[in-house]
């Protein structure tokens, strides 16, 4: 908790996840299906392109990382990626093959994300490495849990008194609104990176000494 890097990590953590778990597993879907004018089906399949990308980005970047010996680098540009990716889905009105590939590209992209738990490991002492992982873990489900209903409260808020079998409906402007926050959580958590030193750099000296 000391630790300027490791509170960085965690926080960039928290705002780095929140996206895909937020668009991914609550407000992805209707929004899809009012942007886009999708079916439940139509979009669930839409959705599962975001995990596929995560799942296939994750060892391709790690790899990528290792190759390069910077970590940080290619955590922003991957975050950078990704935010691009998200803020093409909620503002602009794409064809449906550009959704899908922007969708999969939003998911491999922040594949990147596992890379902040190898960061916290090489910046500090073995001793620490499961306290460092298990605290860079512990921010996602909070601020996760803080911004679903935060994004239905605003919603809320803008709601103009539209309704579809008897439940609130939001226009596509609402939505834009709402999930601002979603591509805003990515810059920022790139930006936390810019403090974040090389763990790659790091991790040697600490092994010599």
Known sequence: LKSKQN????????LAFSPISIFGGCWGNPFLEQAYQLTKTETASMISLIFVGFGVGSPIIGILSDRLGNRRNVLIISTLIACAAVSAVIYLPLPTWLLMSALLLFGFALGAYMLVFAIGKELNLPLLTGTVIAMINACDPVIT???EPMIG???D???KGGMENGIHSYTIHQYHIAMSVLPLYLLLGAILLIWVKNSRQHYKKLMIN
Do not use: M, N, V
Not at 7 to 14: E, K, Q, S, W
């Open 153 to 155: 409260k605003i919603l």
């Open 7 to 14: 509170l960085l990590l965690t926080f960039y953590a928290g």
């Open 157 to 159: 808020l803008t709601w």
């Open 145 to 147: 849990g803080i911004t």
